[in-house]
């Protein structure tokens, strides 16, 4: 079955740093999708950034950006200059490719990592 | 905003009554789907509707009932409940449901339920 791992439950970042969140998963599958969601206090899961397997280039979303290691399984995001609006819960979530008969939709996540920005 | 919005926000029940959560999509999606997020667990999915037709049931007590009169809004009916039903209850919608490059879910502000 697939999973998705989050080894770090707590982060903590300096305003203006970087910082990079881990994540695992397993999968036999060949195709399929990568996802970050960010959970502020407010409770809405908002979307970070997204992968497509069959894409070597790493996705990138302002200073927001993913390495994605597919041999590693390993899907990191790295956040360039934190701001502290940054402070969340991120997730990571994988996603079968269609067309997989009843799976297409279903998003796995990972256990989540809770982000502080200190000013 | 994401476009899809839940209410209440907050509900409070006894293990007796009987409540309703509503989720409502203004994004022209046809799947929608109901998540439960427990303290210190993953999300989990609960119910996934596509063009209104539910397709997936991942094993859930029948204490739950989904609803999807049509592809803009999702209910999810509540009776007798256990004080381990205590959650925030995400609703979420995507194109189609089919799991394609387009097929990305967004999400609700969430309902925080709390079984007394």
Redesign the interface.
């Known amino acids: 079955a697939q999973t998705?791992t989050q080894s770090q439950p707590e982060m903590s970042v300096q305003e203006a740093e970087t910082v990079t969140l881990s994540c695992t998963y397993d999968t036999s599958e060949s195709d399929y999708?990568l996802?970050w969601?960010k959970q502020p206090p407010?409770?809405?899961?908002?979307?970070v950034i997204?992968q497509?397997a069959y894409k070597q280039q790493n996705a990138t979303e302002n200073r927001f950006s993913v390495n994605f290691q597919k041999a590693a399984k390993s899907f990191s995001l790295k956040i360039s200059d934190s701001q502290l609006g940054d402070a969340a819960m991120y997730?990571c979530a994988y996603?079968?490719?269609?067309?997989?008969y009843?799976?297409?939709?279903?998003?796995?996540?990972?256990?989540?990592t809770e982000l502080s920005v200190k000013p | 905003e994401t476009g899809v919005t839940q209410t209440p926000r907050h509900l409070v029940m006894g293990m007796t009554n009987k409540k309703s959560l509503k989720c409502e999509q203004h994004l022209g999606h046809n799947a929608m789907y109901w998540y439960k997020q427990s303290a210190k667990k993953p999300l989990e999915l609960m119910f996934v509707y596509s063009l209104e037709e539910r397709v997936e049931n991942n094993s859930v007590p029948s204490r739950f009932s989904p609803e999807c009169p049509n592809s803009s809004h999702l209910f999810l009916h509540l009776h007798t409940l256990q004080p381990e039903d205590s959650a925030l209850y995400l609703c979420a919608s995507s194109q189609d449901g089919s799991g394609s490059s387009t097929d990305t879910q967004y999400f609700g502000p969430g309902t925080r339920l709390t079984v007394l």
């Open positions: 998705v999708y996802f969601y407010s409770r809405q899961m908002i979307l997204r497509e997730f996603r079968w490719a269609a067309p997989v009843n799976q297409g939709g279903k998003l796995i996540f990972g256990q989540g």
